[in-house]
C-alpha cells in the first residue's frame, strides 16, 4: 500500500481530496523549486529574463518533449491547454461554409472559444454525439467520423474527456480524419502525465495539454505540439517582438512563442523539476506512476459501481487516471449557479464528509456523473469512504 504523502502535498489533510483532475496539485518540493526560481529572477531581472532565460526555457523544453514524444522544435509553452485551443484557433482563418467538428463531451471553455471563432466567420460547429455510457472505442470514432462532410475544416477532439473521463482512441481518430483530408486539434488537457503520449507519432496537426494536472508542475505551465507544416499558421495569443525579430537561429514558430512580453516563466521552467520528482516516488519512473494510478482508478470505480447497483459504463480501456459513473437523479429545480456549476451533493459531501469530488451534470441538469481522480497521495480507502457517504447521502 502506497502511503499518503502527505509530506509532498500541501492538501489540507482532513480532506480526502478525490478532485486532481480539475485543478492538479503541485508537490512541496516543486513549489520550493519554482520559489528559489522566482528569487532569482527577483535578484537580477534583467540577468534572468534577458540573458539566462532562453537557453533554461530550451532545456526545459528538451526534457518534456523527450517525455511527450516530441521534437523539440515542434514544442512551445503556454499557460494552459484552454490558451493552446485559442491560440490555434485565433490563429487560423475559415470562411462561411467551413464546418467546424467538436464533440459534445469537449471541455466547455474550449468548445465556446471554437463557437466564437466559428461565429466571427460565418462557420458551422458541427457537434458529434459520443455515447456515454458507450460499450466499445470502435463507437466513439464512428460517432465522430459519422458527422464528417467535404465542408469539415478542424475538429477540436479531447484526448481524455474531462466530464465523462474517456480516454479516447486518439490515434485511430486522428490516422482517420487525417485520410479524409481533415485537421486535427487535440485538447489533451489530461493527458501529460495521465497516458503515454508520442506525439510525433500521433501526426495530429495541434496537440495542447496542460502540465498542471496530472504532471503536477506549477500552474501556468502547458504545452502546445504544432506539426511543422502547420506552424506558419500559428502565432501566440499575445504578439509581440517575435514577429518582425531579424533572427535566423530558429524557427518563427519558437522566436514568437519565446517571448509573449513580460511574464513569470518560472512554472514552465519547473516542469522537469516536476517529472524529476514523480518519477522519482516509483521504481520504474513515470511508467510505473501512470500504471499506479489508472490501476486505482479502476479499482475506484469497480468500488462506486458495486455501492450504485449499476455496470461500467465504459471498457477498462478508455480509462486512465479518472473515471466517471453516473448518479441517481439530481432534486428538481437544479440549475448551474456561478461560473463553475456545483451539484447540491458536492457540498455535503465536503462539508459532512470531507470529500472533494466533483459532481457534474451530464449531459444535463437533472442527469448527473461522479468523476473520482487517482493521484499518488490517494489510496483505496478513499474511495470506501466516498462510498458510505453515498449510500448515505443518497439513502441506497
Known sequence: MISRMNEHWLIDPNVVFLNHGSFGSCPRPVLDFQTALRDRMERQPVQFLVRDLEPMLNDARAVLAQFVGANPDNLVFVPNATSGVNTVLRSLTFESGDELLVTDHEYNACRNALQFVASRAGAKVVVAALPFPVDSPGRLVEAILSRVTSRTRL???DHVTSQTALVLPIAEIVRELAARGVDTLVDGAHAPGMVPLRLEELGAAYYTGNCHKWLCAPKTAGLLHVRPDRQHLIHPLAISHGLTSPRKDCSR????????????????????EALRFLGSQLPGGMDAVQSRN????????????????????????????????????APDGQTPDGPLY????????????GIEVPVIPWPQSPKRLLRISAQLYNQTSDYEKLSAALQGLLRL
Open 253 to 272: 514558430y519558437l522566436i514568437e512563442f519565446g517571448w509573449p512580453g513580460t511574464w513569470d516563466p518560472t512554472a514552465c521552467l519547473s516542469v522537469p
Open 294 to 329: 489508472r490501476r486505482l482508478a479502476l479499482e475506484a470505480r469497480q468500488i462506486l459501481c458495486q455501492t450504485l447497483q449499476i455496470p461500467a459504463p465504459c471498457p477498462d480501456e478508455l480509462i486512465g487516471a479518472m473515471a466517471s459513473v453516473p448518479l441517481p437523479d
Open 342 to 353: 456545483i451539484d447540491r451533493l458536492q457540498d455535503p459531501l465536503l462539508f459532512q464528509h
Open 155 to 157: 475538429v477540436l477532439v
